[in-house]
């Protein structure tokens, strides 16, 4: 079985600071690794996934991910935040099958002018 | 914290049959529900976004006739999955964002697989 957790609740960020969202898994086979982003009221857009290829997964507007195996963590990061990333984002989990897909509990950015 | 139940977990139906996937918002109010698939080693994927008294609006290239959405009540949207076919063998889950909150929060279902013979 999959588990996903997230370590905050609630990141606040100044504007052009270093975005880091934590994202911790655990799973009985290797998994396949995903975050998104949700918007208010709009449903979820896939920020970037692994899928057992390179361990370091760049994704969409500036963020990027580093599967750490030993550590378990599938940790996101921006180098300079913008006010336009306030938003939820969600670190999910499922096995290399699509099966079992688990989303961590969300971690919402405030970016702060 | 809030809980939303996905029914059933998983389904298994003959080719041409219906199956009807329900999501309940159980301890809160969702104006707006939100439903996904996925389909084996790829990302989840919005299909529609499902409005409470109104009607839903799907994503470019989902099958409104296909997928119909009923959203009746604020805490209850269902799925069906109409004259179903082995393609559309996937991963369903909702999500639904609480009514009057600052709908930054979703809470996600556990899913529903779905297998067609």
């Known amino acids: 079985a999959q588990s996903v957790t997230q370590l905050g609740s609630h990141v606040s960020v100044s504007e052009g600071a270093l975005v880091l969202l934590r994202c911790n898994y655990s799973s009985s086979v290797p998994p396949y690794l995903f975050w998104y982003v949700q918007y208010p009221n709009q449903g979820l857009q896939l920020l970037l996934k692994?899928?057992?290829?390179?361990?370091l997964v760049k994704g969409i507007n500036g963020f990027e991910a580093e599967f750490k195996k030993s550590e378990t963590s599938f940790h996101l990061t921006k180098p300079s935040a913008h006010m336009s990333d306030a938003a939820e984002y969600f670190c999910a989990v499922s096995d290399n099958y699509g099966q079992n897909f688990v989303f961590g509990p969300g971690t919402r950015l405030s970016v702060l002018p | 914290g809030a809980v939303v139940s996905q029914h059933p977990s998983r389904v298994i139906c003959k080719s041409g049959t219906s199956v009807k996937i329900e999501c309940r918002s159980l301890d809160f109010q969702a104006t707006t529900m939100f439903w996904y698939r996925q389909f084996p080693k790829q990302s989840l994927m919005l299909m529609a976004t499902s409005n409470e008294g109104s009607k839903a609006t799907y994503e470019q290239g989902v099958e409104k006739d296909k997928f119909l959405i009923n959203h009746a009540s604020l805490t209850l949207s269902t799925l069906t999955v109409t004259s179903a076919h082995p393609e559309d063998s996937s991963f369903y889950i909702c999500s639904a964002s609480p009514t009057g909150g600052t709908n930054e929060k979703l809470f996600f279902g556990s899913g529903t697989q779905l297998s067609v013979l």
């Open positions: 692994y899928t057992s290829a390179a361990t």
